[in-house]
């Protein structure tokens, strides 16, 4: 015990090879390395990593003293001695080079000392370094990438070495070395190292002897120079013609490989005292970088954060402030502590529960900093007079946060809110729809402004989620959250501003997500018992093909497992694997696909789609259908999708099967809530390609639509070379098809022969003569990808924006996609913008007309009316009149409208 506490008190000294993390950081993140990129350009992908890691590793190790040592460059006494030294290696690349000076910095910023030292090599400075603090009764710890740092393993020096990236460590000390080396001592890898020689740093060694062999004769003769003292008293064979030929060598490489200890370094061990981070200049040094989750992680702990220098520079993040949010606690009567708010207030809710359909309301604040606020934990404040009068009137304007969820949350309770003027989470997600999130505080953070926590960091998350019984933790989260719904909106309005997206904001999302709360709350009817009689049709259907594949297969198995159907598949029944995987062979639907053509495989497919559409569209509407109503409520999700498409979840009634029968009867149990009504559909026909037609400015695509020609039978005389009046073939027609879709999503000739199922040669041609016939589409998508390129994004019709940083990626793959989504999401955004606009304007007609259709679903380019009989004949004529002029196109829009007694039937 006494030597225990004589070791704990001895000083710790931290030594880390800057050199080798550096690269290690660099590569692990390489395939994002064009995603990290700060405002100014420079790359931050191994400063990100490297950032991570001295945070993970200077606070468990809790080091009294720590250096950083770095290799001051490429020339040291090593290279002296042999050229070739490290010759082998490629040259750094300059993503990395750029951000040396800056790790250095983050080095002594981290309050580390940073240390190079001309003509040696990092591994010098810290083997010269360890053993001085050794003999003056140090621990120490080395953190490296390079195994030849264990050779300064000993009773008081350990080596930890980076495994994956810089993220996972593997500890070394004297009882590892000796296992991993068959019983030689930390001292004895050099000799090893220079009878089998270096790859990595392009030393020899002895030709034709490798590891096993070297620590065999290392085990024998201690040391290279022991065993050429006794290299005659080997038997002649071919291992002696070869160390005595490689001697030379050997004794070159084990020099080479030793780590000085002895190096004349310039610092005393008094100056590595690790001092902790320097926050005042680390701050701006982060912000310079971008780096927003440590800035807030900073200002979570209470560091004071000053003007950010990231983004435009007339943007500034607002500092913390230096007092208190002002609270005002609820009284017995209510009516004596609030405020006479006439003109705006931030008004937030905290629910128990992501679903606000059903979840319960577990604490709300409202004001505004100059009249305070007001913070509670009882939802029934807000449900009488003065406040319901506040909340109703128009007059008073709100800032929220999702103000779709709020209003579907107060229709519970029979409070229309108005006055919804500033969304922080719509706002923030037009400015950039790369950075997404349903939490305040980390959208906040995204946004530079960094006194809100996030949730997760206040209540937990998933399991552990806790809403804090402390009402002084809890009011002040919520007090931080109005605060940021103060200073957020007009950053934000000045971003929408610059970007000319300031109508896209106020008079589209903002009034569409109010459009979506009433579709959300009015929800649709389910027929349950038709979904149960669905369900043990196909539960017969599964039955049967369970039965048949194992009368194919000779026996029962797991028809789900992957792993036991290869087996089945490619051992037992001996069909050559057209795939394999890490655990055995690929049974995916694109390998199972291929093999159609084998019985048991087709039975197989068709097992797969009817056991998903069962558990997801039979049993997964079920589980959500609200008892008190028999209606499901979906989600639609405004914030979501880089094109601008809404999102439904809980349940998903977008994404319903319809190209398999199975699936479309799905629609047979959605059936509208009233025998007095109808179901109506009202669907545009190929929008996309009308406004693929409309931007690109075809004349050839624009006369096939003003002319109401069939735009595939079209396409397919032009790429086919077909006469006109003749017969167009199903087949052509479908081959036209998929390359007049294809090309809006920037097929290649690879993918358009998979889809259509001809030869590249074959496809290649086919997109030549598309785009030869259709100039204009052709020399639009040029123009878009330079334009992106360019300016680093694109835009809808109208001017929703999609950043694309990967358009000048290295790699080819990544920058390929980025230059397929510049082509593709004008056209799919442009038409989510019409289909929203739409809505809206539906919407008007509806109320102006006092109409009492609904509108209850939207799914792509398709929506969900339940009408009153009596309405119908206006119905018809109303909703297609309004959407095809919801937005002027150089080709006319087109909608069809169909009824029925249920979803299936409307179609």
């Excluded at 400075?125 to 393993?153: E, H």
């Excluded at 998903?612 to 028999?630: A, M, N």
Aim: aromatic share 8%; glycine share 6%.
């Amino acid at each position: 015990m006494a030597e225990r506490e004589m070791n704990m008190a001895k000083p710790t000294l931290l030594l880390i090879d800057g050199n080798s993390l550096a690269f290690r950081a660099f590569y692990a993140m390489i395939n994002q390395v064009e995603r990290f990129v700060n405002h100014e350009g420079l790359h931050t992908n191994a400063l990100v990593a490297f950032n991570n890691f001295l945070d993970g590793i200077v606070e468990p190790f809790d080091p009294d003293y720590a250096l950083v040592a770095w290799d001051a460059g490429k020339t040291t006494f090593r290279t002296d001695k042999y050229d070739d030294y490290k010759g082998n290696r490629d040259k750094t690349p300059s993503e990395l080079s750029e951000q040396f000076p800056y790790l250095r910095e983050m080095v002594t910023l981290h309050g580390i000392y940073s240390y190079e030292l001309p003509n040696y090599e990092a591994d010098d400075i810290i083997g010269t370094t360890a053993k001085d603090a050794q003999a003056k009764g140090f621990d120490v710890t080395i953190v490296t990438g390079d195994r030849d740092m264990l050779q300064l393993v000993d009773e008081h020096i350990e080596v930890w070495i980076t495994k994956k990236g810089v993220s996972e460590l593997e500890h070394n000390d004297l009882a590892m070395v000796d296992e991993k080396y068959d019983g030689l001592t930390p001292a004895q890898i050099v000799d090893v190292k220079g009878l089998q020689g270096d790859t990595s740093d392009n030393y020899p060694g002895v030709a034709g002897i490798g590891p096993k062999t070297a620590i065999k004769l290392i085990k024998a003769y201690h040391s290279i120079p022991e065993l050429y003292e006794h290299i005659d008293e080997l038997k002649a064979n071919k291992q002696k013609e070869k160390l005595v030929n490689g001697e030379a060598d050997a004794k070159m490489s084990r020099d080479l490989a030793r780590i000085r200890t002895d190096a004349p370094v310039e610092f005393e061990l008094d100056d590595l005292k690790y001092t902790g981070p320097d926050y005042e200049n680390i701050i701006p040094f982060y912000q310079q970088l971008d780096f927003k989750q440590q800035l807030a992680k900073l200002a979570n702990q209470g560091h004071v954060l000053g003007a950010s220098i990231s983004g435009d520079a007339s943007e500034e993040t607002a500092a913390p402030s230096t007092t208190p949010v002002p609270l005002i606690r609820l009284s017995e009567d209510p009516t004596d502590l609030i405020p006479d708010y006439t003109d705006e207030i931030s008004f937030y809710v905290e629910l128990d529960d992501a679903d606000y359909h059903t979840a319960a309301p577990v604490g709300f604040i409202f004001g505004n900093e100059a009249q305070g606020y007001v913070v509670g934990r009882d939802i029934d404040v807000l449900l009488i007079d003065p406040v319901k009068t506040m909340l109703e009137n128009a007059d008073v304007k709100k800032r929220v946060f999702n103000a779709k969820a709020l209003y579907v949350l107060f229709l519970r309770y029979e409070v229309e809110l108005q006055g919804l003027e500033y969304d922080i989470l719509l706002m923030s997600y037009l400015v950039d729809t790369n950075d997404n999130s349903n939490d305040l505080g980390a959208l906040a953070q995204q946004n530079d402004y960094y006194d809100v926590q996030t949730d997760e960091a206040v209540y937990g998350k998933g399991v552990k989620f806790e809403i804090p019984e402390d009402d002084q933790i809890f009011f002040e989260h919520l007090g931080q959250k109005a605060r940021a719904l103060e200073i957020l909106p007009a950053r934000l309005l000045q971003k929408l501003d610059d970007r000319e997206q300031t109508d896209l904001y106020k008079n589209m999302e903002l009034p569409l997500s109010i459009v979506l709360a009433e579709m959300e709350a009015t929800g649709i009817k389910v027929d349950s018992q038709r979904l149960l009689m669905m369900g043990n049709d196909l539960a017969e259907r599964l039955s049967d093909l369970e039965q048949k594949i194992y009368q194919e297969a000779g026996h029962e198995f797991n028809i789900q497992s992957p792993k036991q159907l290869g087996v089945v598949l490619f051992e037992e029944m001996g069909y050559k694997p057209i795939k394999k995987t890490k655990t055995g062979y690929s049974t995916s639907v694109e390998v199972l696909e291929q093999m159609q053509d084998v019985p048991i495989v087709k039975m197989i497919l068709e097992y797969r789609q009817i056991a998903k559409i069962k558990s997801t569209y039979v049993e997964g509407l079920l589980r959500v259908v609200h008892g008190s109503d028999s209606k499901v409520h979906t989600h639609y999700i405004q914030t979501l999708t880089q094109t601008g498409r809404l999102s439904s979840t809980d349940p998903n009634l977008q994404n319903i099967p319809v190209r398999l029968e199975e699936g479309r009867l799905i629609r047979q149990a959605f059936v509208p809530s009233s025998s007095d009504c109808v179901l109506v559909s009202s669907d545009y026909s190929q929008i996309e390609l009308r406004v693929l037609a409309h931007i690109s400015g075809d004349k050839n695509m624009q006369a096939a639509f003003n002319a109401d020609e069939d735009i595939h039978a079209a396409t397919a005389r032009r790429i086919f070379n077909l006469p006109e009046g003749e017969d167009i073939d199903p087949n052509m027609r479908r081959k036209a098809k998929a390359v007049n879709f294809g090309i809006v999503y920037g097929i290649s000739d690879f993918g358009l022969a998979k889809n259509i199922g001809v030869s590249r040669k074959e496809a290649k041609e086919i997109i030549d003569t598309y785009f030869a016939e259709y100039p204009g589409i052709k020399q639009w998508s040029e123009n878009i990808i330079d334009f992106a390129r360019e300016n680093g994004y694109v835009e809808t019709m109208a001017h929703r924006r999609r950043y694309l940083p990967d358009m000048h990626a290295k790699n080819f793959n990544v920058r390929s996609f980025a230059e397929r989504t510049a082509m593709n999401t004008p056209i799919q955004g442009s038409a989510a913008d019409i289909i929203k606009i739409a809505m809206l304007n539906v919407q008007k007609a509806l109320e102006t007309e006092g109409l009492k259709t609904r509108m209850l679903l939207q799914v792509h380019d398709e929506l969900i009316f339940e009408v009153p009989k009596a309405e119908l004949e206006i119905i018809h004529e109303l909703v297609p009149k309004v959407m095809d002029s919801a937005m002027a196109l150089d080709v006319p829009l087109k909608v069809s409208s169909h009824e029925g007694a249920t979803w299936y039937d409307a179609k």
